[in-house]
């Protein structure tokens, strides 16, 4: 390892850039709610910094959230600077994806997540800050942990971030997407009459934490690319309860497993929607076997109702979505998942046409990335896919609803869209109608001329120079 990154690495270089990108609050603030409503007021001027908790009451844990908070963020995780072209973020998420590492397992004394070691009686859950977020939340919930398991067929590493509600000093519920490939293995594991053992570690370089949401096929160790992400292997050491690799460098760890016979129930849950998902009678009961965390380890937290859940795993989505149109129309040349369109439900793709139908394919190519998307609006190259003005000036300029508007129904979607439906839609289920906008302009016919500034004045005038 050359550098050991981690979540301290991150924010004392987060740190250096000033207000902007970093805030710290002193005064204590409580679990309920304060953390969030802090957040939510910044956003409301438009300001998406880290913050930083010294002090939660009823815990000896500092907190840290909005890693995530804004494409700068992102940006810097990933070594770009901030304030430059947005696409060269997913340009060097794209490139170090592509150039995975595989773990590199350490010892004990270069651990530490090792640090304290809590096992039997001493495990207590609410000993660590979970907020409850919201007013309506069933109760406290870590919602920035990575959930760490292993496919019993193929022995496969997957990694996922989901809702835990805290359900005692050594219980939390996981709820998983019926889509999600952590699913597809508890529900395996329920066939062969086995628990699935996981670790839920907590607190990390949010290059790693990127890579750990990465939108992979079943066969993809996401430990793999969060190596990749970092551009360094990925440090680990043997779990202490459960025979699972545990982040040598993470603050905290939670050992344990899920028994798929003995579930429990989850919700309401203020989601990324910013709608309360509906309260499960049934998701999967983590057992916690052990805790092992930093001696001074600090607490990561995510307001799920907030732009840092929809920016969590934005450039995994947008990576995706970019390979599955490439494969139709190689001629795509960006892809946005918008904040606007909650991020998980829309994209925006933006190709350079060169023959009839190419708006389509890239829709349809876009829509089966991934179930969660509902949304794609298809535009030309020369249309700022980061402006949302932009977007829809096109979807209302070259877009016509009875010849350009795809529409299909009964598609597997988000169960967390407020508006999906089940098999007979009498009821709420995983399915969504899904649309397709292909707001490009025709290459057959002449069609009216865009305007942009002259580029010689543009790059001319400086306003500093100019105004007074």
């Given at each position: 390892m050359s550098r050991n990154q981690d979540l301290r690495s991150f924010i004392s270089q987060v740190r250096k850039l000033g207000p902007k990108f970093y805030q710290s609050v002193s005064r204590s603030v409580k679990p309920q709610y304060e953390s969030c409503v802090i957040q939510q007021k910044l956003a409301v001027q438009d300001r998406y910094p880290i913050v930083s908790f010294s002090k939660v009451s009823g815990s000896k844990r500092s907190m840290i959230s909005n890693i995530f908070g804004s494409y700068d963020l992102l940006g810097l995780a990933l070594g770009v600077s901030p304030g430059g072209d947005r696409s060269m973020v997913l340009k060097a998420f794209r490139e170090r994806a592509e150039n995975p590492f595989q773990p590199v397992y350490v010892s004990k004394n270069y651990a530490p997540v090792r640090e304290v070691i809590e096992t039997g009686d001493d495990v207590d859950l609410s000993s660590l800050p979970i907020v409850h977020h919201a007013e309506q939340d069933s109760g406290k919930y870590i919602t920035a942990g990575v959930l760490i398991v292993k496919d019993p067929d193929s022995g496969v590493f997957n990694t996922g971030m989901y809702r835990h509600e805290l359900k005692g000093k050594k219980e939390l519920s996981c709820m998983f997407n019926p889509a999600h490939h952590a699913a597809h293995i508890y529900r395996r594991c329920r066939d062969l009459k086995k628990p699935m053992e996981a670790i839920l570690f907590i607190g990390h370089h949010p290059a790693a934490l990127i890579g750990s949401l990465s939108e992979g096929t079943i066969n993809t160790s996401e430990l793999d690319i969060m190596g990749g992400l970092m551009g360094e292997p990925l440090a680990v050491i043997n779990g202490e309860t459960v025979d699972l690799p545990?982040?040598?460098?993470?603050?905290?760890?939670?050992?344990?497993?899920?028994?798929?016979?003995?579930?429990?129930?989850?919700?309401?849950?203020?989601?990324?929607?910013?709608?309360?998902?509906?309260?499960?009678?049934?998701?999967?009961?983590?057992?916690?076997?052990?805790?092992?965390?930093?001696?001074?380890?600090?607490?990561?937290?995510?307001?799920?109702?907030?732009?840092?859940?929809?920016?969590?795993?934005?450039?995994?989505?947008?990576?995706?979505?970019?390979?599955?149109?490439?494969?139709?129309?190689?001629?795509?040349?960006?892809?946005?998942?918008?904040?606007?369109?909650?991020?998980?439900?829309?994209?925006?793709?933006?190709?350079?046409?060169?023959?009839?139908?190419?708006?389509?394919?890239?829709?349809?190519?876009?829509?089966?990335?991934?179930?969660?998307?509902?949304?794609?609006?298809?535009?030309?190259?020369?249309?700022?896919?980061?402006?949302?003005?932009?977007?829809?000036?096109?979807?209302?300029?070259?877009?016509?609803?009875?010849?350009?508007?795809?529409?299909?129904?009964?598609?597997?979607?988000?169960?967390?869209?407020?508006?999906?439906?089940?098999?007979?839609?009498?009821?709420?289920?995983?399915?969504?109608?899904?649309?397709?906008?292909?707001?490009?302009?025709?290459?057959?016919?002449?069609?009216?001329?865009?305007?942009?500034p002259p580029k010689e004045a543009w790059s001319r005038i400086n306003l500093n120079d100019w105004l007074d």
């Amino acid at each position: 390892m050359s550098r050991n990154q981690d979540l301290r690495s991150f924010i004392s270089q987060v740190r250096k850039l000033g207000p902007k990108f970093y805030q710290s609050v002193s005064r204590s603030v409580k679990p309920q709610y304060e953390s969030c409503v802090i957040q939510q007021k910044l956003a409301v001027q438009d300001r998406y910094p880290i913050v930083s908790f010294s002090k939660v009451s009823g815990s000896k844990r500092s907190m840290i959230s909005n890693i995530f908070g804004s494409y700068d963020l992102l940006g810097l995780a990933l070594g770009v600077s901030p304030g430059g072209d947005r696409s060269m973020v997913l340009k060097a998420f794209r490139e170090r994806a592509e150039n995975p590492f595989q773990p590199v397992y350490v010892s004990k004394n270069y651990a530490p997540v090792r640090e304290v070691i809590e096992t039997g009686d001493d495990v207590d859950l609410s000993s660590l800050p979970i907020v409850h977020h919201a007013e309506q939340d069933s109760g406290k919930y870590i919602t920035a942990g990575v959930l760490i398991v292993k496919d019993p067929d193929s022995g496969v590493f997957n990694t996922g971030m989901y809702r835990h509600e805290l359900k005692g000093k050594k219980e939390l519920s996981c709820m998983f997407n019926p889509a999600h490939h952590a699913a597809h293995i508890y529900r395996r594991c329920r066939d062969l009459k086995k628990p699935m053992e996981a670790i839920l570690f907590i607190g990390h370089h949010p290059a790693a934490l990127i890579g750990s949401l990465s939108e992979g096929t079943i066969n993809t160790s996401e430990l793999d690319i969060m190596g990749g992400l970092m551009g360094e292997p990925l440090a680990v050491i043997n779990g202490e309860t459960v025979d699972l690799p545990v982040p040598a460098f993470a603050e905290i760890a939670i050992e344990g497993y899920l028994d798929p016979d003995s579930e429990t129930s989850d919700g309401p849950f203020a989601e990324f929607t910013n709608y309360y998902g509906p309260a499960k009678d049934t998701v999967g009961l983590l057992n916690v076997t052990a805790i092992t965390r930093r001696g001074d380890a600090i607490y990561h937290d995510l307001d799920p109702a907030h732009q840092e859940h929809n920016l969590a795993n934005a450039l995994s989505l947008e990576s995706r979505v970019f390979d599955s149109v490439k494969t139709l129309v190689p001629s795509v040349s960006a892809v946005s998942v918008p904040v606007a369109g909650s991020c998980r439900f829309m994209t925006y793709v933006a190709i350079r046409k060169t023959v009839p139908g190419q708006g389509k394919s890239a829709g349809i190519a876009a829509i089966s990335a991934n179930p969660n998307l509902k949304t794609v609006i298809v535009v030309d190259a020369d249309v700022d896919i980061y402006d949302d003005t932009r977007v829809l000036w096109a979807l209302n300029t070259c877009c016509e609803a009875d010849q350009d508007l795809t529409i299909i129904p009964y598609a597997l979607g988000s169960h967390l869209n407020p508006s999906s439906y089940g098999e007979w839609r009498d009821k709420r289920g995983p399915m969504n109608t899904k649309m397709i906008f292909d707001a490009t302009r025709p290459v057959s016919k002449s069609f009216e001329e865009p305007i942009f500034p002259p580029k010689e004045a543009w790059s001319r005038i400086n306003l500093n120079d100019w105004l007074d």
